[in-house]
């Protein structure tokens, strides 16, 4: 085979090829090909139509030498033009969104263009508005290329010998299905009118984004100011992508079939990959691949194995927002400190567990890997004197307590956590880390006590902001009354009570019969489960100091390495004004609430509504309006459950989208529950007004079903159970889904009568039939 020569570079744009998808492919009875656009020249399927647009132009006298050419473009039009003019000689400005990726910018201005850019929440608009200000004040200056009304656009695909005649040549004319985003809409106009020449049965399918979308060079026809040559009712077919599946797509592309593209060649192949799923045994599809992956580097196209936009966090120490970047790929380790084994769970504990749990149930849904740990302080010392105080024994005071913390987690939807592990049964970890810290002469031994030294640990501090030298130095950091060489100093091991002794509540170790101190506890458990650094430590606001301190002071010197990459904090649970604590006398259990009459579920939501980072106040007040609200969501579930399918809703799918969007864009953002609450009422209004006017179709239905679940996976309040069953009444359902099945309409309608005459509602779905009381 010889090498191909040509006289110039664009003599080398088209002929590109169709490579087979077989990992991705749903369908092994169905062929899917993606057509490599990324492999014209210039690097993407624009580079067709600009050279068309240029060449035409030429040969009408519209384009001469003196004219500089102006282009409106969100970059791959534009380097198509810009690769043109290098060899041609012309000179060159476009005008683009600052959104535009970096990458496209760079490649334009190494063809030579000037670039001069628009604000970026205006997108292609605000382009398109300053190209046409341009051309219109300076006709004689400028050729205006207006690739979204140029004919020659749309027939860089459909002449002879061009895109539609290659797919259809390198299929054999087998080709039924052909794929492509629209943009400009030229590919897709152009393929349409051709391919339906050559062969009326194949089908066209246009993927046009949702209003709002992120996906970079493609339009929604609605949001933006529609091409010219833009005529809808021509294609077949149009199907509306969202960012994720476009995203997730074309990293999948890459990673499972060595295929490199860009942003809307993953949503080409998302669309014909759901349709090959569908087609009959023998169809053959191709999607068209825009361009290449190498420029959307700098976007959150491939920011993360897992998610399109990386998650924010505040990180307390830093003090500011920074990007979840996992020390595992995909996995997230996250320690959360649990509870003291005192009493039932109070408030302030439940809402720092249903903020844990929150974290892990969000980075569970967005794809990560979760491997959360919360330990148990059994002997801790609030948990120890109350055992003392109520002259029980330790195991079983211990036992009762863990056990009514599980059961109190269990009503408020808290999913269990990867492991539990207790104090107690990690001590000769601890015992081995206080020996290492005595031998760096990080701690010394006191009276058979063993204390970290701070004053060996420059670091202190860096969590809480706390300057040691500014507190009193007669006040004990730990609130002990051990003697220690500085009262800031802290305790790994302390010397057990006579009282202790007498229960048995101490270990034998080289500085006697001790037990360990808290700071030790968390630092040795963190470490032994989740290695060190792990990703996220959570805990409330008033363990940052000195417990959060403590525990990086031990870990640290241990190791040389940070305990923890990041540090989130919920705030606390006020009651009457002050932190609700047993110590105060204001605490208010969970327990306590439930026998008011509240749902586990309204607490739930009630520890949720405020932004975990912001103070909760315990009124009666906030409590109602959280029931109110859990009963409102768990009504239109109930509305759903049992609405008769109507017509079909038109713009259901654009209001999915935009909650979607919208609720991940707040919770990526610091887990923005408020606002996320906010889209979801947003989403259930807009749906209610469908119900209302008797819109949305049996499919549509479950749609809105699967999105509520999969929003709950997230909020965990409400109530997607079916309402308890009545053995005689499900068996008549079944009686009457078999007499269906076989075609018995009779047995069917009569059947569905009795049902009726004992107050019995049917509603037929695709996922089976829901029945409900209606008196």
Not at 366 to 392: H, M, P, S, W, Y
Not at 415 to 434: F, G, I, R, T
Not at 449 to 469: E, Q
Not at 691 to 718: C, I, K, P, T, Y
Request: hydrophobic residues 40%.
């Amino acid at each position: 085979m010889s090498a191909r020569v040509v006289d110039n570079i664009l003599q080398l744009v088209g002929d590109t090829p169709l490579v087979r998808i077989n990992r991705l492919n749903p369908n092994p009875g169905v062929t899917v090909y993606a057509k490599l656009e990324f492999m014209n020249p210039g690097g993407s399927v624009k580079d067709r139509p600009a050279l068309n647009m240029i060449e035409q132009a030429e040969k009408r006298g519209e384009l001469t030498k003196d004219k500089i050419v102006l282009e409106a473009t969100s970059g791959n039009t534009g380097i198509g033009l810009a690769m043109a003019c290098a060899v041609k000689g012309y000179k060159m400005l476009f005008t683009m969104a600052e959104s535009a990726s970096l990458e496209r910018r760079k490649i334009l201005r190494a063809y030579g263009a000037d670039i001069l850019l628009t604000p970026a929440h205006l997108a292609t608009d605000g382009a398109i508005e300053e190209a046409y200000r341009l051309a219109r004040e300076e006709p004689e200056r400028y050729f205006l290329v207006d690739q979204y009304n140029n004919e020659d656009n749309w027939m860089a695909h459909a002449r002879e010998n061009s895109t539609a005649d290659e797919i259809y040549q390198a299929t054999q004319g087998k080709v039924s299905m052909v794929v492509a985003t629209l943009g400009t809409s030229g590919t897709v106009m152009g393929l349409t009118r051709r391919l339906h020449r050559l062969d009326p049965k194949v089908k066209v399918v246009a993927v046009e984004p949702y209003q709002g979308h992120k996906i970079q060079g493609l339009k929604n026809m609605k949001e933006s100011y529609p091409p010219g040559i833009f005529s809808p009712g021509e294609v077949d077919r149009l199907v509306n992508v969202d960012d994720d599946g476009a995203y997730e797509i074309a990293r999948r592309l890459a990673r499972e079939e060595g295929i490199f593209v860009g942003m809307s060649a993953g949503a080409a192949m998302k669309v014909a990959l759901d349709q090959a799923a569908t087609l009959p045994e023998g169809s053959v599809v191709v999607a068209l691949m825009a361009d290449g992956g190498e420029r959307y580097l700098s976007t959150s196209l491939f920011s993360s194995e897992k998610v399109p936009v990386p998650l924010r966090f505040y990180n307390t120490l830093s003090r500011q927002e920074q990007d979840l970047n996992p020390v595992r790929p995909g996995q997230v380790g996250i320690y959360a400190c649990g509870p003291s084994l005192d009493g039932p769970p109070d408030l302030g504990l439940c809402r720092r567990m249903v903020f844990a749990d929150l974290v892990r149930r969000y980075l569970e849904f967005r794809g990560f890997e979760v491997k959360l740990i919360i330990n148990i302080a059994d002997v801790d010392d609030r948990t120890v004197n109350q055992c003392l105080a109520e002259e029980a024994d330790w195991k079983e005071f211990t036992a009762r307590w863990q056990q009514a913390f599980h059961q109190d987690m269990d009503a408020l939807n808290v999913l269990p956590a990867l492991d539990y592990p207790k104090a107690s049964e990690h001590v000769s970890q601890m015992v081995d880390a206080a020996r290492e810290l005595l031998a760096k002469d990080l701690a010394y031994e006191k009276l058979r006590s063993v204390y970290f030294n701070i004053s060996r640990f420059p670091d202190y501090g860096k969590l809480s902001g706390v300057d040691l030298m500014a507190t009193q130095s007669d006040k004990h950091t730990d609130y002990d009354y051990y003697e220690k060489d500085n009262p800031r100093d802290f305790t790994l091991f302390k010397r057990s009570s006579l009282a202790e002794l007498k229960a048995g509540i101490y270990w034998s170790t080289p500085w006697g019969n001790v037990r360990p101190g808290w700071h030790v506890e968390c630092a040795t458990m963190s470490t032994e489960h989740l290695g060190q650094p792990f990703d996220l430590h959570l805990a409330s606001t008033d363990l940052i100091f000195p417990h959060g301190e403590n525990e990086i002071a031990v870990a640290q010197s241990l190791t040389g390495k940070p305990l923890a990459n990041m540090w989130l904090h919920s705030e606390v649970v006020m009651v009457d004004g002050k932190k609700a604590s047993r110590v105060s006398g204001n605490d208010v259990t969970l327990r306590e609430v439930l026998e008011l009459g509240y749902s586990p579920a309204a607490v739930r939501f009630w520890l949720l509504s405020q932004h975990y980072r912001r103070p909760l106040t315990y009124e009666r007040e906030q409590l109602d309006q959280a029931a109110k609200t859990v009963e409102r969501l768990d009504d239109f579930v109930e509305r759903l459950r049992f609405m008769t399918p109507g017509a079909t809703a038109p713009d259901l799918d654009q209001i999915l989208y935009e909650a979607k969007s919208g609720i991940q864009e707040a919770m990526d953002h610091d887990l923005n529950v408020a606002k996320a609450m906010g889209q979801l009422f947003a989403m259930v209004r807009r749906v209610n007004r469908l119900m209302n006017q008797g819109l949305m179709d049996a499919a549509q239905v479950e749609q809105v079903l699967a999105f509520v679940a999969s929003a709950n996976r997230v909020l965990g309040v409400m109530n997607l159970e079916p309402p308890a069953g009545d053995a005689d009444i499900e068996q008549m359902v079944k009686r009457r889904d078999a007499a269906r099945t076989a075609g018995d309409f009779a047995l069917a309608d009569k059947l569905r009568d009795e049902l009726a005459a004992r107050g019995v509602q049917l509603v037929d779905t695709p996922s089976g039939t829901r029945w409900n009381r209606i008196n």
